[in-house]
């Protein structure tokens, strides 16, 4: 449930302009998160900036960075960001299998080495990376030179990216209650 009210212009006037970004990056409808953050037009506006920049502005592996996006939302307990998340996995090319894979491995830790045959070696590497970044923050030096034979520093830095902002994003989700539309 919400813990702050619902955002309306009526409540708390936003300039035009940051709406109509707002409204434009996700296809001319405005999404719960949206209304949470409109209470603060500075937040908004680079929030804005900065999520569509980590969502659809970086070349490494959408697939990879949803997959992660995924992991955090069911280890944090991030229902909206799970919603959200899990049709974009699929879209850019991961399976349900996949995901049921996830789901299963959440359930265990996450953050150990753990084969599964719906999950290749790469997706499994993913994984771990983003339980040892959500629920430990420090990274084992066993898993990070396992994760620099498949990605170049660049991929490396853009994952991570991804990883840590959706942290942010889930513990302002959960912190605040907002709920799937």
Not at 58 to 71: A, D, F, H, V
Not at 86 to 91: E, G, H, K, R, W
Request: net charge negative; aromatic share 6%; glycine share 6%.
């Amino acid at each position: 449930m919400l813990r702050i009210p619902e955002w309306t212009p009526a409540l708390k006037p936003q300039p035009q302009d940051l709406v109509d970004a707002i409204l434009k990056r996700r296809g001319g409808t405005m999404i719960n998160l949206d209304k949470a953050l409109l209470w603060s037009e500075p937040l908004a506006r680079a929030w804005n900036v900065y999520l569509g920049a980590v969502r659809s502005g970086l070349p490494t592996s959408r697939k990879l960075r949803e997959l992660g996006i995924c992991t955090v939302a069911l280890l944090t307990g991030a229902v909206y960001e799970y919603k959200h998340h899990a049709p974009d996995f699929l879209t850019a090319g991961g399976s349900q299998a996949e995901l049921d894979a996830l789901n299963e491995l959440v359930k265990l830790d996450a953050r150990l080495a753990t084969a599964h045959p719906a999950l290749g070696t790469v997706e499994q590497l993913v994984i771990q990376y983003a339980a040892q970044m959500t629920l430990d923050v420090k990274v084992s030096d066993a898993l990070f030179a396992d994760l620099r034979k498949h990605f170049d520093t660049t991929e490396l830095v853009e994952l991570t990216s991804a990883i840590a902002t959706y942290n942010m994003v889930a513990r302002f989700l959960v912190a605040l209650g907002v709920t799937p539309e």
